[in-house]
């Protein structure tokens, strides 16, 4: 099983600065990755797919970069809603699909 | 845009079994997971279905425990997880594809008490 190890646990931001998401794989997944934003209250919501690729209505202020088992999620300029908690799972190895345990980003 | 709507909230006793359905507008032309998430805990992948063949695959930790089923007549999605204990209250999820995952049910609630 491929285990991915998020990090930082809490990140906290003032709006408007960049935020800096790690997420490392246990072995290589080339970019077979996704990203996801969860608010309280709502299931997630996929960011990003391919390590890099924005999901459809996704502002170009979210970007994501690696490969192999380095990734990374930036966020530039936060807004308000962008508070929240963010997860990567790998697709290159099924069963089973794997998340991270997640990095909830908070006001500063 | 293909919606996925689930069943709504259960209260289960433990030992018993609950079954949540997954209701997708616009056919099931894709793959359908299930996905877990315990009260302020992370998302933990359960098991999915490709409906047009019947192929399913669980997570180990859910062996014996769970089933996929799709009915494709009503473009639904079942799972069905028995042997229920406190530790499985949690919102259950179904979403869409079998690599990435969208779109994302509402959610279910399933709670487990005596």
């Known amino acids: 099983e491929i285990v991915m190890t998020q990090s930082p646990a809490t990140l906290s931001v003032s709006p408007g600065e960049r935020a800096t998401l790690s997420c490392r794989a246990s072995?290589?997944?080339?970019?077979?990755l996704a990203w996801y934003q969860q608010k309280p209250g709502q299931p997630p919501r996929l960011l990003i797919y391919e390590a890099s690729t924005r999901a459809t209505g996704v502002p170009p202020r979210f970007s994501g970069s690696g490969s192999e088992t380095e990734f990374t999620l930036t966020i530039s300029g936060l807004q308000s809603e962008d508070f929240a908690v963010y997860y990567c799972?790998?697709?290159?190895?099924?069963?089973?699909?794997?998340f991270g345990q997640g990095t909830r980003v908070e006001i500063k | 845009q293909v919606q996925l709507v689930q069943s709504g909230a259960e209260v289960k006793k433990p030992e018993s079994s609950v079954k949540v359905s997954c209701k997708a507008s616009?056919?099931?032309?894709?793959?359908i997971n299930w996905v877990r998430q315990a009260p302020g805990q992370g998302l933990e992948w359960m098991g999915g279905?490709?409906?047009?063949?019947?192929?399913?695959n669980y997570a180990q930790q859910f062996q014996g425990r769970i089933t996929i089923t799709a009915d494709k007549s009503s473009n639904t999605v079942y799972m069905q997880l028995s042997g229920l204990t406190a530790e499985d209250t949690a919102y259950y999820y179904c979403?869409?594809?079998?690599?990435?995952?969208?779109?994302w049910g509402q959610g279910t609630l399933v709670t487990v008490s005596s």
């Open positions: 979403a869409g594809t079998g690599n990435w995952f969208d779109p």
């Open positions: 616009g056919g099931l032309r894709f793959a």
């Open positions: 799972q790998q697709y290159s190895d099924w069963p089973p699909r794997t």
């Open positions: 279905i490709i409906p047009l063949v019947g192929t399913t």
């Open positions: 072995q290589s997944i080339s970019i077979n």
